[in-house]
T-cell receptor, first 115, second 115 residues
């Protein structure tokens, strides 16, 4: 089984619908992140969480919300999907503590299309 | 200046050559650096991390960090067609800053190794 699992892998949804992307991990990492990737724009941070009670906005959080249900689970919601939220979404985890930075482990991604 | 900026590419090299990928960064991301490889439609995979000035070698890969000039590079020796991918440079925020624990990614450089 993958260390970081994202569901669904692919999703097509209609404008205005609510959709949830789920992420679970078996790494035992405290830090979890949601990024979106668009051609030419690279990876951009949506939300991040350093523990269950710590949720922070990233650079492009508008239109998104998150829930950290447990250390191992971090979900991303689009309350009312719009076409420009069509992208590849990645969940990632990190073992970093304090001021240290460590590399991320990424999930396999969710390809979301809003029509 | 973007926090992390990569040479735009795409880069094409013949099989067996050295591929050189470069990345510059701003003062806000000068603690730790990472190189990821991403195959089309797949998630990024961590291939190198570097924290201090100088070179770090791992097999055919060498990461170089020059903090005075604020650049980090990745050399791939004896390039193979299987190295064809997008390479992402990422930097971690300064210790003590409010952005610690997050990575900022460059936009990626597409590398093609042709037989």
């Amino acid at each position: 089984d993958a260390d970081v699992t994202q569901t669904p892998r692919n999703r097509i949804t209609k404008t205005g619908k609510r959709i949830m992307l789920e992420c679970s991990q078996t790494k035992g990492h405290d830090r979890m992140y949601w990024y979106r990737q668009d051609p030419g724009l690279g990876l951009r941070l949506i939300y991040y969480s350093f523990d269950v009670k710590d949720i922070n906005k990233g650079e492009i959080s508008d239109g998104y919300s998150v829930s950290r249900q447990a250390q191992a689970k971090f979900s991303l919601s689009l309350e009312s999907a719009i076409p420009n939220q069509t992208a590849l979404y990645f969940c990632a985890t990190s073992a970093g503590t304090g001021n240290a930075n460590y590399g991320y482990t990424f999930g396999s991604g969710t390809r979301l299309t809003v029509v | 200046q973007k926090e992390v900026e990569q040479n735009s590419g795409p880069l094409s090299v013949p099989e067996g050559a050295i591929a050189s990928l470069n990345c510059t960064y701003s003062d806000r991301v000068s603690q730790s650096f990472f190189w990821y490889r991403q195959y089309s439609g797949k998630s990024p995979e961590l291939i190198m991390s570097i924290y201090s000035n100088g070179d770090k070698e791992d097999g055919r890969f060498t990461a170089q960090l020059n903090k005075a000039s604020q650049y980090v590079s990745l050399l791939i020796r004896d390039s193979q067609p299987s190295d064809s991918a997008t390479y992402l440079c990422a930097g971690g925020a300064n210790a003590g800053g409010t952005s610690y624990g997050k990575l900022t990614f460059g936009q990626g450089t597409i590398l093609t190794v042709h037989p």
